[in-house]
Nanobody, 119 residues
Framework: QVQLVESGGGLVQAGGSLRLSCAAS????????MGWFRQAPGKEREFVGS????????NYTEFVKGRFTISRDNAKNTVYLQMNRLKPEDTAVYYC????????????WGQGTQVTVSS
């Protein structure tokens, strides 16, 4: 069992940056693949990107490539989402999730943090 708590959301102007954090409980954080998702009003939740348990590789959806970066600090049980060059269409509730094994199944979710990008 793992509990996830996101933080760092807020209001930012287009072109600005935010860094989201996701703090995890439990001693097995470094065995989980971690992911970030988002859900805009009236839309389905969508995948943003993920990072392997070791932090050795990441993958991103096309609409954030080159702007967003996922990293993790296993010593702090925390995963980060650095968001640069934000656009109004990035406005959404952002969620982190944990997948304990393979095949990847996002079994644990945080409560989400709101990101609002003004034009």
């Amino acid at each position: 069992q793992v509990q996830l708590v996101e933080s760092g959301g807020g209001l930012v102007q287009a072109g600005g940056s935010l860094r989201l954090s996701c703090a995890a409980s439990g001693r097995t954080f470094n065995s989980y693949r971690m992911g970030w998702f988002r859900q805009a009003p009236g839309k389905e939740r969508e995948f943003v990107g993920s990072i392997r348990s070791s932090g050795s590789s990441t993958n991103y959806t096309e609409f954030v490539k080159g702007r967003f970066t996922i990293s993790r600090d296993n010593a702090k049980n925390t995963v980060y989402l650095q968001m640069n060059r934000l656009k109004p269409e990035d406005t959404a509730v952002y969620y982190c999730a944990a997948a304990p094994g393979y095949p990847v199944s996002w079994d644990y979710w945080g409560q989400g943090t709101q990101v609002t990008v003004s034009s």
